[in-house]
C-alpha cells in the first residue's frame, strides 16, 4: 500500500487504529518528497527534521489519548505566506527571503492543536499576486498532470503537492480565485471559505477586505472537516466574524433532492473553452439527475468584476506592501546612500515585476484627484456585485460554474501577457469581491488528460449546502 | 501710512491618550522601558498582524467632544495614511480621514479683551510613531517601538484665534478639560500634548484669508508664544517687501527663536488615504454614548462654584486651586480626610506654589498624597510640631513624599512637651542674658524675641513658642 495516496482522513483513522505510525507517515511524505521535488518543486521551505520531531510528540498524545482528532498526526503543507513561528515564511519573495516570524498564524496554530504536521511551506505567486505560480522569486512549479503545465495559482504548490501525494492535505489562501483556480487546475478540491470565516491573523496580507485562508485536499470530505478544524473566531483579527456554526462536516450528506442551482449565462459565454464548458454542464445535468434543479439566468455585472477587483486588490496592497522597507526585517540592499536611497533600492530589489506593477496600479488608483474615479468606483461596483450576488441567491442554493476558462496553461502563457492573466480569473474574483464560500471540485479531464473543475458558490455563511451540493455531486464518481 | 494686519491662527493639537495599552494591541504605553521592550508583532508592523481597537481610545475621544461640544460620529471610520518613515512601522498610518468621530465643536476662552468662542473642526484619533534615535557615534540611527501605536487624538480647530494670547487661552482650555477628564496628563514638555500653529495674516477688513503656513516643533506655552510672533513678523515682512507667502511647513528651533521651512506644498506628500480594510467600522450606540456621557466629571466651573458653597476660602484660592485638576483632587481628599479646608487651601496656596515655583514643577506632577497632606495638618494641629518644623517636613514631602507621623519620629522633631525641662533651659538661658533681661525690665519689650529666639535654638527647635512665652513672661514678672 501506498501511503501518500491515502485522504487526509483515511490516514487519521489508520494512525488512530495503530495500522500507520505518524513517523511512518512522515517518512512516506518525505520519501515522495525527495523522489519528485527536483522535478516538481511544490515547496519553498522543507520542515524534515522538526517534522519527524513533531511525529513522535503526537505519537504519545494519540497513544495516551489526549488527542483524539480526525487529522491527528496527518502530514500537512502550508503556503508560504501563512506565518509559521520559528520557519521561514517567504511570500515567495526575494523581500522575505530571510523572514522568519515569531509568531503563527492562527489558522496554523488551530490545526497545530489538531495534531497537525507539517512537512513544509509551499510555493507560490510572489505575495499570491499572480495566477500560474510563476511569479515566485524562487522558481516555478510544475503541474503534477503535465509538468509542461503551470499548477494554477497563486496557491499552486499547495494544490501540486496534494495532487502529486506531497503532502495529505494543505492550506493555501483565496482573494481572486487562488485556491479555486490551482485546484481545477490540479484535479484537487479547494474551499474558499465565507470572509471573516477563518482568521487572517498571521496572513501575509495581499487584498485585506478579500483574502481568506482555506482547505486543498483530495476530497470534499477532507475539506469540510479541515475547514471545521481551522475556522474560528479569533479577536485578534477585527474582521473575523462569530459565526452561529462552525459544523461544515453537517453538509456531508449525499441529498440534493430539490435543490435549486443556478447556471449563469455570463459564466458559459465567449472565452470559456468548449471542453472545459461541456464537463461543467455536463456536472450540472449530473446533480439534476440526483435530483437538483437546473436553471439557467443573467448574474449581470461580469464586465466590471475584473476591474473593480483589481482596483481594489492593488490598492490594499500598495499600502499592504508597504512595510517591506529593509528597515526592520527582511531584505535590506547592501549598498545604498541615505535612507530613501535605501528603501528605493530595496524595494527595486526585493519586489518581482508582477508584484511592482500592481504596487504601481495601487498607488495610482489611491493618488488624490484619482481616488474617486477609481478606487471609490470600484467600491461601488463592489456592492452592486454583491447585490447581484443577493439576488441570485433568493432564487438560487447554488451558482455552478467554471472555475477557470481553459485547463492549464503551458509555461509562460499567461504570466507574459497581464491582461490575459487577469482576464483567467473572470470566474472567481467575483467571489471574494461578494464574500461568498466557493468550492472547485474535479469534474473531468480534457483530451489531454488535464483536470477540469466545477466552481460551485453558496451565499454568505452557508458552507454546509455548498459543502452538501459538492459531495453529493462527488459520490456520483469514482475514486480516482 | 502703515498698513494694519490680522493675525489668523487655527490650531492642530495632538494630545496622547491616558490608556494603560495601545490603541490597536495590548502593549503598555508606559514610559521608560527598555527600547522595544512594549512591543510586539502588531505595533512593530510584522507581516500578518492586524490590529484591534482598544475601546477606550473611543470612549477618551467621544468624552473629550462631548466636553467640547461636539457632534459625535455614532458610525465612524479610521483610514490609512501611507507615507514612510522609519519610525512608522508599517509605513502608514492608521488615522481618521472621511469620518472623524467629534465634529463641529467649541470651547469658551477668556482673554484680557474678553470672553471668546473658538470654533472646532474635528476630533480625530490616531496612533502615534515610535522613535528614532540618532547614534553619533556609530553614524547610524536606531528605532525604538515603545510609542508606535500609543493612542492619539488630534483637535483641530477652525482659524478663529488672533493672538498668542487666544492661543494660549484656548491651549489651557483643553488641557484642563482634558485633565479633568483623565484622559491625558496634557504636558506639552513631555509632549503628550503637541500643538501645531497654522497662521496667516492678512489686512484688517480683509475677508479672505491669506496664505497659511504650518510651524512645528512647539514644547512650551512660551515657545507658541515666540514662534506666533514671529511668524507674524515674517509674513509681513514678505508682504511689505511684495514677495507671496509660500504655503509650507515649518520647524521652530526655540533655542535659536527662528523657524525654517521642512517642506512647502510642491513637494508636498501625497498621503493616499483610503479605508482601514482591517478594521471595521466604529458604532457607537445611543446606550453607549448616554454611558460617556453620564460618567462625565465636574469640570471646572461646576467645581469653583461648589467649592464657593462648600468651602469657606477666598475666590482667588479657589480658581488657583481647581485651575489644576490634580490640585483640586489633593485638596477635596485632604478635606475628606478631616483636615480643615482653610489650612489645606493655605498648604496649597502657600508653601506649595512656593516649592512649585522653585522646583519649577507643573500642578499635575506633585508628588505628595493627600493623605500626608493632611497627617501633616493634623500634626501642626495638635501641636505635635511647630510651625517652622512643619514646614521643613514639608520641604522634604513635598520632594519625596515621605510619612510625616514617621519621619518627624524618626527624626526626634516633636516639640518638647516637658515644662519643667524647659523651664530650667530657660531660666540658664536669663541668667546667661542679665543685659536683655535688664533691658526687658526697662521696657525694651524687643529684648523678648531674643530670649525666646536663644531658648528655640538651645531646645533646637523642638518647642512650642507660645508656651516658651508663657514661661518667660512669668520668670521675668
Ligand atoms: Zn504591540
Request: proline letters at 5%; one cysteine or more; charged letters at 20%.
Given at each position: 500500500m501506498d501511503i501518500t495516496q491515502l485522504t487526509a482522513l483515511e490516514l487519521g483513522k489508520k494512525i488512530r487504529q495503530r495500522e500507520i505510525s505518524v513517523r511512518e507517515?512522515?517518512?512516506?511524505?518525505?520519501?515522495?518528497?525527495?523522489?519528485?521535488?527536483?522535478?516538481?518543486?511544490?515547496?519553498?521551505?522543507?520542515?524534515?527534521?522538526?517534522?519527524?520531531?513533531?511525529?513522535?510528540?503526537?505519537?504519545?498524545?494519540?497513544?495516551?489519548?489526549?488527542?483524539?482528532?480526525?487529522?491527528?498526526?496527518?502530514?500537512?503543507?502550508?503556503?508560504?505566506?501563512?506565518?509559521?513561528?520559528?520557519?521561514?515564511?517567504?511570500?515567495?519573495?526575494?523581500?522575505?527571503?530571510?523572514?522568519?516570524?515569531?509568531?503563527?498564524?492562527?489558522?496554523?496554530?488551530?490545526?497545530?492543536?489538531?495534531?497537525?504536521?507539517?512537512?513544509?511551506?509551499?510555493?507560490?505567486?510572489?505575495?499570491?499576486?499572480?495566477?500560474?505560480?510563476?511569479?515566485s522569486a524562487f522558481g516555478v512549479t510544475k503541474n503534477p498532470r503535465d509538468p509542461n503545465r503551470v499548477p494554477g495559482g497563486s496557491s499552486g504548490g499547495s494544490c501540486a503537492a496534494v495532487a502529486a501525494d506531497e503532502c495529505f492535505y494543505a492550506l493555501g489562501s483565496d482573494t481572486g480565485g487562488s485556491i479555486r483556480q490551482p485546484s481545477s487546475f490540479c484535479g484537487v478540491t479547494g474551499i474558499k471559505p465565507t470572509y471573516g470565516t477563518v482568521s487572517r491573523y498571521g496572513l501575509v496580507a495581499y487584498g485585506s477586505s478579500l483574502d481568506q485562508i482555506g482547505p486543498i485536499a483530495k476530497d470534499v470530505t477532507d475539506c469540510a472537516v479541515i475547514l471545521e478544524a481551522i475556522a474560528s473566531y479569533d479577536p485578534k483579527d477585527s474582521t473575523s466574524v462569530k459565526r452561529d456554526s462552525y459544523d461544515f462536516t453537517a453538509g456531508l450528506v449525499n441529498d440534493v433532492k430539490g435543490l435549486k442551482i443556478g447556471l449563469p449565462n455570463d459564466y458559459f459565454g465567449d472565452g470559456l473553452d468548449s471542453e472545459v464548458k461541456a464537463s461543467i454542464l455536463a456536472a450540472a445535468k449530473t446533480l439534476e439527475a440526483q435530483g437538483a434543479i437546473l436553471e439557467e439566468f443573467d448574474l449581470g455585472l461580469v464586465d466590471y468584476a475584473i476591474p473593480a477587483y483589481y482596483t481594489i486588490a492593488s490598492a490594499e496592497a500598495s499600502s499592504n506592501l508597504a512595510r517591506f522597507d529593509g528597515v526592520k526585517y527582511g531584505y535590506r540592499t547592501d549598498d545604498a546612500e541615505e535612507l530613501h536611497h535605501m528603501y528605493k533600492k530595496s524595494r527595486s530589489e526585493g519586489f518581482g515585476p508582477e508584484v511592482k506593477r500592481r504596487i504601481m496600479l495601487g498607488s495610482f488608483v489611491l493618488s488624490s484627484g484619482y481616488y474617486d474615479a477609481y478606487y471609490l468606483k470600484a467600491l461601488r461596483t463592489k456592492a452592486l456585485i454583491k447585490q447581484a450576488f443577493d439576488n441570485a441567491f433568493d432564487k438560487y442554493d447554488i451558482i455552478l460554474g467554471p472555475a477557470a476558462p481553459t485547463t492549464a496553461p503551458k509555461f509562460g502563457e499567461l504570466v507574459s501577457d497581464p491582461i490575459k492573466m487577469y482576464l483567467s480569473d473572470i470566474y472567481t474574483i467575483s467571489t471574494n469581491l461578494a464574500g461568498l464560500p466557493g468550492i472547485s471540485i474535479p469534474c473531468g479531464n480534457d483530451h489531454a488528460g488535464l483536470p477540469i473543475g466545477v466552481q460551485m458558490l453558496a451565499k454568505c455563511f452557508d458552507e454546509k449546502t455548498l459543502i452538501r451540493a459538492a459531495y453529493s455531486f462527488e459520490q456520483t464518481k469514482e475514486r480516482r | 501710512m502703515a498698513k494694519q494686519y490680522e493675525t489668523v491662527i487655527g490650531l492642530e493639537v495632538h494630545v496622547e491618550l491616558a490608556t494603560k495599552t495601545k490603541i490597536f494591541?495590548?502593549?503598555?504605553?508606559?514610559?521608560?522601558?527598555?527600547?522595544?521592550?512594549?512591543?510586539?508583532?502588531?505595533?512593530?508592523?510584522?507581516?500578518?498582524?492586524?490590529?484591534?481597537?482598544?475601546?477606550?481610545?473611543?470612549?477618551?475621544?467621544?468624552?473629550?467632544?462631548l466636553a467640547t461640544n461636539c457632534s459625535i460620529t455614532q458610525y465612524c471610520k479610521f483610514d490609512r495614511k501611507n507615507y514612510f518613515y522609519p519610525d512608522n512601522p508599517q509605513n502608514y498610518q492608521i488615522s481618521q480621514l472621511y469620518l472623524p468621530i467629534c465634529r463641529n465643536g467649541h470651547v469658551e476662552i477668556e482673554t484680557e479683551n474678553g470672553k471668546k468662542q473658538v470654533r472646532i473642526h474635528e476630533i480625530h484619533m490616531e496612533e502615534d510613531a515610535g522613535k528614532l534615535i540618532h547614534d553619533e557615534w556609530d553614524d547610524c540611527s536606531l528605532v525604538d517601538f515603545n510609542r508606535s501605536g500609543v493612542p492619539l487624538i488630534e483637535i483641530v480647530s477652525e482659524p478663529d484665534m488672533r493672538s498668542a494670547e487666544e492661543v494660549i487661552a484656548y491651549l489651557e482650555k483643553l488641557r484642563l478639560i482634558i485633565q479633568y477628564l483623565g484622559a491625558s496628563d496634557c504636558k506639552l514638555q513631555e509632549g503628550s500634548m503637541r500643538a501645531d500653529v497654522n497662521l496667516s495674516v492678512r489686512e484688517v477688513g480683509s475677508e479672505t484669508f491669506g496664505t497659511r503656513t504650518e510651524t512645528k516643533n512647539l514644547n512650551s506655552f512660551k515657545a507658541i508664544a515666540r514662534a506666533i510672533e514671529n511668524e507674524r513678523e515674517r509674513q509681513i515682512d514678505l508682504i511689505e517687501d511684495g514677495k507671496a507667502v509660500i504655503?509650507?511647513?515649518?520647524?521652530?528651533?526655540?533655542?535659536?527663536?527662528?523657524?525654517?521651512?521642512?517642506?512647502?506644498?510642491?513637494?508636498?506628500q501625497d498621503y493616499r488615504y483610503f479605508p482601514e480594510p482591517d478594521l471595521v467600522p466604529i458604532v457607537i450606540s445611543d446606550e453607549w454614548l448616554d454611558t460617556i456621557r453620564n460618567q462625565q466629571p465636574e469640570f471646572r466651573d461646576e467645581k469653583m462654584k461648589r467649592y464657593k458653597e462648600e468651602f469657606d476660602i477666598p475666590e482667588y484660592d479657589i480658581s488657583i486651586i481647581t485651575a489644576s485638576k490634580h490640585m483640586a483632587d489633593l485638596f477635596e481628599e485632604a478635606v475628606a480626610l478631616g483636615s480643615n479646608p482653610k489650612k489645606v487651601s493655605n498648604w496649597l496656596m502657600v508653601e506649595t506654589l512656593r516649592l512649585m515655583k522653585d522646583r519649577s514643577i507643573e500642578a499635575e506632577d506633585l508628588k505628595f498624597s493627600a493623605a500626608n497632606l493632611a497627617k501633616l495638618i493634623a500634626l501642626t494641629e495638635s501641636k505635635t510640631i511647630n510651625s517652622s518644623v512643619a514646614k521643613e517636613v514639608f520641604e522634604v514631602m513635598f520632594d519625596e513624599n515621605i510619612d510625616p507621623d514617621q519621619y518627624v519620629e524618626a527624626k526626634g522633631l516633636k516639640t518638647v512637651n516637658d515644662e519643667g525641662a524647659l523651664r530650667s533651659v530657660i531660666e540658664t538661658i536669663?541668667?546667661?542674658?542679665?543685659?536683655?533681661?535688664?533691658?526687658?525690665?526697662?521696657?525694651?519689650?524687643?529684648?523678648?524675641?531674643?530670649?525666646?529666639?536663644q531658648t528655640m535654638k538651645a531646645m533646637k527647635g523642638k518647642a512650642d513658642p507660645s508656651e516658651i512665652n508663657r514661661i518667660l513672661m512669668e520668670l521675668l514678672q
Open positions: 507517515a512522515v517518512l512516506a511524505s518525505q520519501k515522495k518528497i525527495s523522489e519528485q521535488e527536483d522535478s516538481l518543486h511544490c515547496y519553498i521551505t522543507l520542515n524534515t527534521e522538526a517534522a519527524l520531531m513533531q511525529a513522535d510528540q503526537i505519537q504519545k498524545k494519540i497513544d495516551d489519548k489526549t488527542l483524539t482528532s480526525p487529522l491527528a498526526g496527518v502530514p500537512v503543507a502550508i503556503k508560504d505566506n501563512i506565518c509559521t513561528k520559528d520557519i521561514l515564511t517567504t511570500c515567495a519573495s526575494k523581500i522575505l527571503s530571510n523572514f522568519i516570524p515569531p509568531y503563527s498564524a492562527e489558522a496554523y496554530q488551530n490545526l497545530e492543536k489538531q495534531g497537525a504536521i507539517l512537512l513544509g511551506k509551499t510555493n507560490m505567486d510572489e505575495f499570491a499576486m499572480g495566477s500560474t505560480t510563476e511569479t | 494591541c495590548g502593549c503598555s504605553t508606559a514610559f521608560g522601558g527598555a527600547p522595544n521592550t512594549h512591543t510586539c508583532p502588531v505595533c512593530t508592523g510584522m507581516p500578518g498582524s492586524l490590529p484591534v481597537l482598544n475601546k477606550q481610545v473611543v470612549e477618551y475621544a467621544a468624552a473629550v467632544g504655503q509650507e511647513t515649518r520647524r521652530w528651533d526655540d533655542a535659536k527663536e527662528y523657524s525654517y521651512a521642512m517642506r512647502s506644498k510642491e513637494d508636498a536669663l541668667t546667661e542674658n542679665p543685659q536683655s533681661v535688664a533691658d526687658y525690665k526697662a521696657g525694651k519689650v524687643k529684648a523678648i524675641g531674643f530670649l525666646t529666639g
